[in-house]
């Protein structure tokens, strides 16, 4: 299985401030053929199941702000939040579906400064 | 609007059997790859397994093959899971989960409220 290692563990911004998240997989997720990186994040609000915000890993689901977005390729990947809000302050997770089964990050809390 | 209701969830005692369902509904169930994923209490979500839209391909996590099943009903937009011989580790929240169509059978862009099982004596 890909083991997803995601950092920090924790983070906390300021309101209108860059968050930036890290996921490394433990081998590359980029397919040669199609030259596409699979790999998504999903951001989990408290009681909430998680909501996918990101896959092939810079494009934006349906109805998600531009505020965030996705980068990197092969093995290291980025979730950056360009301008934090309130309403931001989840747990996000990083998962690879480039191969069975597909595996997620142990996610990076994040919080107001 | 899409919505995805889980239920069958409970306290069972180790080496007991329990099986969830999933009821959907605001979309065509028969058209799409479902999913049932975990989340134990404090962890990552985990991927448990997922089947095809007609029922002919079925795939799981190591931990779970033997003792898991996963089916579906398409006349009745319905997600089961069967499982037996649980054991402690298997205590999580049990989500239902879609797959979107045109990107790949592996994700989730419509996940239930989920449905806790706790495995314990």
């Known amino acids: 299985d890909i083991v997803m290692t995601q950092s920090p563990d924790s983070l906390a911004v300021s309101l209108g401030e860059r968050a930036t998240i890290n996921c490394k997989s433990s081998?590359?997720?980029?397919?040669?053929?199609?030259?596409?990186?699979?790999l998504a994040w999903y951001q989990q609000k408290p009681g909430q199941p998680p909501k996918m915000l990101i896959y092939?890993?810079?494009t934006r689901e349906s109805g998600v702000p531009d505020r965030f977005s996705g980068s990197g390729s092969g093995t290291d990947f980025t979730l950056t939040i360009s301008s934090l809000q309130a309403e931001d302050v989840a747990v996000y997770y990083c998962?690879?579906?480039?191969?069975?089964?597909?595996?997620f990050g142990q996610g990076t809390k994040l919080e107001l400064k | 609007e899409v919505q995805l209701v889980e239920s069958g969830g409970g306290l069972v005692q180790p080496g007991g059997s329990l099986r969830l369902s999933c009821a959907a509904s605001?979309?065509?169930?028969?058209?799409?790859?479902m999913s049932w994923v975990r989340q134990a209490p404090g962890k990552g979500p985990e991927w448990v397994a997922n089947?095809?839209?007609?029922?002919?391909?079925?795939y799981y996590v190591g931990s779970v093959k033997g003792r898991f099943t996963i089916s579906r009903d398409n006349a009745n937009d319905s997600l089961y899971l069967q499982m037996s011989s649980l054991r402690a580790e298997d205590t999580a929240v049990y989500y239902c989960?879609?797959?979107?169509?045109?990107?790949?059978?592996?994700?989730?862009?419509?996940w239930g409220q989920g449905t806790l099982v706790i495995v314990s004596s």
């Open positions: 989960v879609r797959a979107p169509p045109t990107i790949s059978s592996l994700l989730g862009d419509s």
């Open positions: 605001g979309f065509a169930f028969s058209g799409y790859w």
């Open positions: 089947i095809k839209q007609d029922g002919s391909e079925k």
């Open positions: 081998q590359s997720v980029l397919y040669s053929s199609n030259n596409k990186n699979y």
């Open positions: 092939w890993a810079s």
């Open positions: 998962q690879e579906y480039y191969i069975h089964p597909p595996t």
